[in-house]
């Protein structure tokens, strides 16, 4: 079992309602950036969406993942998303995101989500580990 440990500048929880229209990686991403945020956990998120971009693994042979791209151009439930902001060796952040939405009948689909665009909002909280200070 590996255990990591780390020592926080900041904790809290941050909440955001996202708009209609809104990209939901592009605005977590610039919401980070505005507040200082350098590490941070998606802990909750629900909302509706327009569009869903996917990126699904679908082989991986000696550490060489092969990944499918998927367009859904359709009215989505946003049922979950989960996933967290890194920071990154050289200074950046990266926002990593999955999700599982419903289509009107019930049927579920997910996965990587490279973006998504909200239809009429989302409410997502952010567990926050790292800020910068004075953020």
């Known amino acids: 079992m590996v255990v990591g440990t780390w020592e926080s500048k900041t904790s809290g929880i941050v909440y955001r309602k996202f708009q209609a229209g809104e990209s939901l990686v592009d605005t977590l991403e610039s919401l980070a950036r505005a507040n200082g945020i350098r590490e941070a956990i ?3 998120c629900i909302g509706s969406l327009s569009e869903l971009k996917l990126r699904n693994l679908c082989s991986w042979e000696e550490g060489s993942p092969e990944f499918q791209r998927q367009v859904i151009n359709e009215t989505l439930e946003l049922v979950s998303a989960e996933g967290y902001i890194q920071p990154l ?8 995101i999955h999700v599982a939405a419903a289509r009107p009948s019930g049927e579920m689909i997910g996965g990587h989500c490279e973006d998504a665009t909200l239809l009429s909002g989302a409410f997502m909280y952010l567990h926050v580990i790292e800020q910068e200070s004075g953020s």
């Open 89 to 96: 060796p050289d200074g950046g952040i990266r926002v990593h």
């Open 42 to 44: 998606v802990t909750s």
